[in-house]
């Protein structure tokens, strides 16, 4: 039972680094998010695709890209790394239906220096 | 914008006391309520949910209250435990249909801390 598998776990850039935040899931949901974390500022949405072949931004998706590899995975770059992306990024799998519930995966802690 | 507004950011309760954390929000097109518990180094959880045709729902020590008119969802932790202590993320989803069908808005956290 492996839900939402994020890697890397921990990450350390330096300005100007680009990387890739991997996210795979296993429970055969449409849906997938992006957001981050940042003290006092709740989740904010990046991007997300709500089905394979698809994705949309969010509330704060400058700076970033991302792939909806398939249906399993979901992809976030950061192209050019900034000290203001030093944020925990989680990746979600939405199911569909009227009683919406995102399962989490268990997060990435991006310091960017 | 801030869609959905949490207070209070921080909450230290006593062991058995009651803890009450707060949203409101503003998009009339929200229609269902949950929410999300996160400990730390964890990803947040799915806690309890309520839809605007109840105004209370109950699990265990957990209760939501809602005001539809007023806009607001509370949570009230009863008989609050150390074990409780966690960051609590309210959100808001609208209704089925239209482009954003399914996307949380979630609201800024509150850290609950449960003194022994």
């Known amino acids: 039972n492996a839900g939402v598998t994020q890697t890397p776990k921990f990450q350390v850039l330096k300005t100007g680094q680009s990387m890739t935040l991997q996210c795979a899931q296993d429970?055969?949901?449409?849906?997938m998010y992006w957001y981050r974390q940042d003290p006092g500022m709740g989740l904010r949405l990046i991007y997300y695709?709500?089905?394979?072949?698809?994705?949309d931004k969010g509330e704060v998706p400058n700076g970033y890209n991302v792939s909806r590899l398939n249906k399993r995975e979901f992809s976030l770059r950061l192209e050019s790394a900034a000290p203001s992306q030093t944020s925990v990024y989680f990746c979600?799998?939405?199911?569909?239906?009227?009683?919406?519930?995102?399962?989490f995966g268990q997060g990435t802690r991006l310091t960017v220096v | 914008q801030q869609q959905v507004k949490q207070s209070p950011q921080s909450l230290i309760v006593q062991k058995g006391g009651i803890s009450i954390i707060n949203c409101a929000y503003e998009?009339?097109?929200?229609?269902?309520f949950p929410w999300y518990q996160q400990f730390p180094g964890k990803g947040p959880a799915l806690l309890i949910a309520?839809?605007?045709?109840?105004s209370e729902k109950k699990e265990g020590r957990f209760t939501i209250s809602f005001n539809k008119s007023a806009k607001q969802f509370s949570l009230h932790i009863m008989d609050s435990q150390p074990g409780d202590s966690a960051t609590y993320f309210c959100?808001?989803?609208?209704?089925?249909?239209?482009?954003?069908?399914?996307?949380?808005?979630f609201g800024q956290g509150t850290i609950l801390t449960v003194h022994p």
């Open positions: 979600a799998s939405i199911t569909g239906g009227a009683n919406t519930e995102a399962f």
């Open positions: 429970m055969n949901h449409n849906s």
């Open positions: 695709s709500a089905s394979e072949g698809t994705t």
């Open positions: 998009n009339t097109a929200f229609d269902y």
């Open positions: 309520i839809r605007p045709d109840v």
């Open positions: 959100a808001a989803s609208p209704h089925p249909g239209g482009t954003s069908y399914g996307k949380l808005t």
